[in-house]
C-alpha cells in the first residue's frame, strides 16, 4: 500500500492548526505566544541576558524580540540596564514577578502536556515523544541530510 505523504501533510495540518487554536487559550495566562517563550529562553539562560543573546537563541528577528521584550517590560517581567562593562549595550534581567511568571508558565505547560500523552497511553505517548524528537533532529540538522539517510535506512 503506497503513502500519500501530501495527503499526511493536509491532515497533520489540519491537527496542527486545531492545537493553535488550544494555544491561544495561553494568553490567558496573561502574556503573548512570544512573550511566554522569551520569558522561558531568559529563565533558562539564568534570568539574564542581552538582547542580541536572546535573538541568537530563538532565531527570529531582532526587531520581532524588541517588541515581545517592550511587552514583558510593560508587564513588570523584565528591566532593561545598561551594562556596567560596556555601557552601549544592555542587559535584560527577569524581575522576581518574571521568574515566578515563567515558573508557573513552565509547571502549567508540564501538567497540560502530561495530560494530554496519557490520554495516549503509554505506548502511543512514548511512540510520539520519540516521533517529535525524531522531526526535531531532522529540522536541527540539514532536511536534506536527514531525508538521504532516511532513504539509506528503507
Not at 492545537?19 to 487559550?25: A, D, K, M, Y
Amino acid at each position: 500500500m503506497s503513502v500519500d505523504y501530501q495527503e499526511l501533510a493536509k491532515e497533520y495540518l489540519q491537527v496542527k492548526s486545531g492545537r493553535i487554536q488550544l494555544q491561544l487559550g495561553r494568553a490567558i495566562m496573561g502574556l503573548t505566544e512570544g512573550g511566554i517563550y522569551v520569558l522561558h529562553v531568559l529563565h533558562k539562560m539564568g534570568g539574564k541576558a542581552y538582547p542580541k543573546d536572546i535573538v541568537n537563541e530563538i532565531g527570529i528577528s531582532s526587531a520581532r524580540v524588541a517588541k515581545v521584550l517592550n511587552g514583558l517590560e510593560d508587564d513588570g517581567m523584565i528591566v532593561r540596564s545598561r551594562d556596567p562593562e560596556d555601557g552601549r549595550q544592555t542587559i535584560i534581567t527577569m524581575t522576581k514577578k518574571g521568574i515566578k511568571k515563567a515558573e508557573y508558565n513552565e509547571q502549567t505547560s508540564y501538567k497540560r502536556l502530561a495530560q494530554v500523552l496519557s490520554m495516549l497511553g503509554e505506548k502511543d505517548a512514548r511512540e510520539y515523544v520519540r516521533i517529535e524528537k525524531k522531526l526535531s533532529a531532522c529540522v536541527a540538522e540539514n532536511a536534506a541530510e536527514c531525508l538521504r539517510r532516511h532513504e539509506k535506512e528503507i
